[in-house]
T-cell receptor
Framework: GQNIDQPTEMTATEGAIVQINCTYQ??????LFWYQQHAGEAPTFLSY????GLEEKGRFSSFLSRSKGYSYLLLKELQMKDSASYLC???????????????FGKGTSLLVTP | EAQVTQNPRYLITVTGKKLTVTCSQN?????MSWYRQDPGLGLRQIYY???????DKGDVPEGYKVSRKEKRNFPLILESPSPNQTSLYFC????????????FGQGTRLTVV
């Protein structure tokens, strides 16, 4: 495994903007992914970053800085249905067998309030 | 519809009774993996498979076995389940191309008493 850190919980108001940060350490970076997971359900893919910079996808954007080992997920125009856990995942290339591992942070539980 | 299917969704079993959780994908993905998710610990990888007959340990493989005899199936086997294996399990699949996302099954909630 590797260290992937993100805040445990965040709260934001409906209609607002929230930024969820993620820091990581990796030896064979092969992509950074963000997933959304509602309680008891499977994670669903939101976005991924390969190169440094901002990737925008509707109300969701994700930023990556590989030199700093840092990413954030930006959610705009928050809706109540955005209350969920957001998982930062790093794909790490393995030297041992040319495979890779997709390692997850512990997730950030986001509560959107009226 | 492209999907990853796990069965069963819920299972309560007793310590020591062998069980198998099945996972099947219809996207012709080479890469498949199993995770367990526990409160405060997040998703942890148990085993993964790069292709048919190629499997390897993840971060928490103790007490689990897998097999990959066909590309579409990747069952998780608990030979002698123990209460510390009570968890929510997810199967995932993806291509082996760089920067491609993983697709997850619906999850299996296992309770070992």
């Amino acid at each position: 495994g590797q260290n992937i850190d993100q805040p445990t919980e965040m709260t934001a108001t409906e209609g607002a903007i929230v930024q969820i940060n993620c820091t990581y350490q990796t030896s064979g970076f092969n992509g950074l992914f963000w997933y959304q997971q509602h309680a008891g359900e499977a994670p669903t893919f939101l976005s991924y970053n390969v190169l440094d910079g901002l990737e925008e996808k509707g109300r969701f954007s994700s930023f990556l800085s590989r030199s700093k080992g840092y990413s954030y997920l930006l959610l705009k125009e928050l809706q109540m249905k955005d209350s969920a856990s957001y998982l930062c995942a790093v794909r790490d290339r393995l030297r041992s067998n040319s495979g890779y591992a997709l390692n997850f942070g512990k997730g950030t539980s986001l509560l959107v309030t009226p | 519809e492209a999907q990853v299917t796990q069965n069963p969704r819920y299972l309560i079993t007793v310590t020591g009774k062998k069980l198998t959780v099945t996972c099947s994908q219809n996207m012709n993905h080479e890469y498949m993996s199993w995770y367990r998710q526990d409160p405060g610990l997040g998703l942890r990888q148990i085993y993964y498979s790069m292709n048919v007959e190629v499997t390897d340990k993840g971060d928490v493989p103790e007490g689990y076995k897998v097999s990959r005899k066909e590309k579409r199936n990747f069952p998780l086997i608990l030979e002698s389940p123990s209460p510390n294996q009570t968890s929510l399990y997810f199967c995932a699949s993806s291509t082996t191309e760089a920067y491609t996302e993983a697709f997850f099954g619906q999850g299996t909630r296992l309770t070992v008493v």
